[in-house]
């Protein structure tokens, strides 16, 4: 199960290490401080439940004021949340708090420009493992709040034959015959190919998913004729260089992006401190 505590405690204590020796060394311990993150560009915010878990990680008297949920869509400008509190504490987990809070808002972001690029069609953007390392857990959850689908979370909760596999196996027939075998029969089995001939082995394979790997979209949509609703599709292979909709009109089911979480953007946030006093 996943562990936020634990996280956000080893990304304190890399970016710590032995002190924070510039905020010890020139803000008093007793200063109060506010501020307010920003958001300095057009944004779908995600990931607002982390922040009082890292500051709260360095002081129980860190307070926070949402301004937002969540996988609202915020412009320029736009305060997303107030904070006030031991100023070292702010200044000590601000960058923390930031570099988790801006990568999930990017990966919403990204999820949900590629969400609205295939509206009304019937393909659904879905994630890849191209996580970070650690994140796959809230990075994943970023594709959900930017509209789209999960793809499967790690190695055990989906058969997913890619051509090693093939290759080691022997061929499609004998890799998807082997893991019938050992699986049950709720877990689906997909199959990666990069030909129609490949297409055609996954078919009378019997298999759950067909996936089409770095096809052209010409060939994907004969793919996707080819399969006539036995098995669903999905188009893979460096999608997020191509144009999502010509994609999507082939009549594929999913898209599957691994540029959402493995080469985002992060968003653009800042934390500005308003005011700071001494302690009474």
């Known amino acids: 199960m996943f562990d936020l505590d634990s996280l956000i405690q080893v990304a304190l204590k890399e970016d710590i290490g032995w002190g924070d020796i510039t905020t010890e060394s020139c803000v008093p311990a007793d200063l109060h401080a506010t501020g307010a ?12 439940f982390t922040i009082p878990r890292v500051f709260n990680t360095l002081s129980k008297d860190v307070t926070i004021n949402l301004h937002c949920q969540d996988g609202a869509t915020l412009l320029a400008g736009t305060t997303i949340a107030e904070i006030s509190g031991p100023a070292r504490a702010i200044l000590t987990g601000e960058r923390t708090a930031l570099n988790i809070l801006q990568r999930l808002s990017g990966i919403a972001t990204r999820t949900h420009e590629a969400v ?7 393909a659904k953007i879905c994630d890849t493992r191209k996580t970070t390392p650690g994140l796959r857990e809230l990075e994943k959850y970023a594709v959900r709040i930017g509209g789209g689908s999960n793809h499967r979370m790690g190695l055990s909760d989906g058969v997913l034959i890619k051509d090693n ?4 196996a022997g061929g499609i027939e004998k890799a998807v015959m082997a893991a019938r075998k050992r699986v049950p029969h709720s877990i689906k089995i997909e199959v990666e190919t990069a030909s129609l001939d490949e297409v055609r082995q996954a078919i009378n394979a019997g298999v759950d998913i067909i996936m089409f790997d770095n096809m052209d979209t010409s060939t994907m949509a004969e793919a996707v004729k080819l399969v006539n609703g036995r098995a ?3 188009a893979s292979g460096n999608m997020g260089e191509k144009n999502l909709r010509e994609v999507a009109l082939t009549g594929v089911d999913l898209i599957s992006i691994g540029a959402l979480t493995h080469t985002v953007h992060a968003a ?3 934390l500005k401190i308003g005011s700071a006093r001494e302690s009474v």
């Open 37 to 48: 993150f920003i958001a300095k560009e057009p944004m779908v915010i995600c990931g607002l």
């Open 116 to 122: 609205n690029e295939v509206d009304g069609t019937q």
């Open 165 to 168: 596999h093939i290759a080691s």
């Open 232 to 234: 669903m599709t999905e």
């Open 268 to 270: 653009d946030i800042s």
